[in-house]
């Protein structure tokens, strides 16, 4: 009875760790209403396709880059060298707020980086994925937005 009890308990903390993915349709919904489409003259799909490859849709994605000297948050890898609060925190924000999935926070702050002189080719994945791309449309294929 005990044993049952305390892994009826576990069950309710332990998250599966795809937990956090989002669907593609759900991305773009958040980032439309976020204001994001047409943002600084960038395409929602343009968006949509920078966050598959940066975290594959997950918003609570966090990756240490060595290479580069950085730690990315959230949905965009958003860099806390230069962005957030552990870095030169030109967002105005902490770093754990970049991994809530209501995604207010990252949009707020991808619109800074984004009308900084590079735009969206702040970030390589998108140059070398999303930018030249003749099937960007894909990205919002069968979403109702």
């Given at each position: 009875m005990k044993a049952s009890m305390v892994l009826s308990l576990l069950g309710y903390l332990v998250v599966p760790s795809g937990a956090?993915?989002?669907g593609r349709c759900v991305v773009a919904k958040k980032l439309k209403d976020g204001g994001l489409d047409h943002f600084e003259g960038y395409s929602l799909a343009n968006w949509v396709c920078l966050a598959y490859?940066?975290?594959k849709f997950n918003p609570t994605a966090v990756y240490e880059n060595l290479q580069r000297d950085y730690t990315g948050y959230g949905l965009f890898q958003i860099p806390n060298r230069d962005w957030c609060d552990t870095g030169k925190n030109r967002c105005h924000m902490s770093c754990s707020a970049l991994l809530n999935p209501d995604l207010k926070?990252?949009?707020?702050?991808?619109?800074?980086?984004?009308?900084?002189?590079e735009g969206l080719?702040?970030?390589?994945s998108w140059s070398l994925n999303c930018q030249y791309s003749d099937t960007l449309e894909r990205w919002l294929d069968g979403c109702r937005l």
């Amino acid at each position: 009875m005990k044993a049952s009890m305390v892994l009826s308990l576990l069950g309710y903390l332990v998250v599966p760790s795809g937990a956090a993915i989002m669907g593609r349709c759900v991305v773009a919904k958040k980032l439309k209403d976020g204001g994001l489409d047409h943002f600084e003259g960038y395409s929602l799909a343009n968006w949509v396709c920078l966050a598959y490859f940066e975290s594959k849709f997950n918003p609570t994605a966090v990756y240490e880059n060595l290479q580069r000297d950085y730690t990315g948050y959230g949905l965009f890898q958003i860099p806390n060298r230069d962005w957030c609060d552990t870095g030169k925190n030109r967002c105005h924000m902490s770093c754990s707020a970049l991994l809530n999935p209501d995604l207010k926070k990252t949009i707020e702050c991808v619109k800074k980086i984004v009308k900084d002189k590079e735009g969206l080719g702040a970030w390589p994945s998108w140059s070398l994925n999303c930018q030249y791309s003749d099937t960007l449309e894909r990205w919002l294929d069968g979403c109702r937005l």
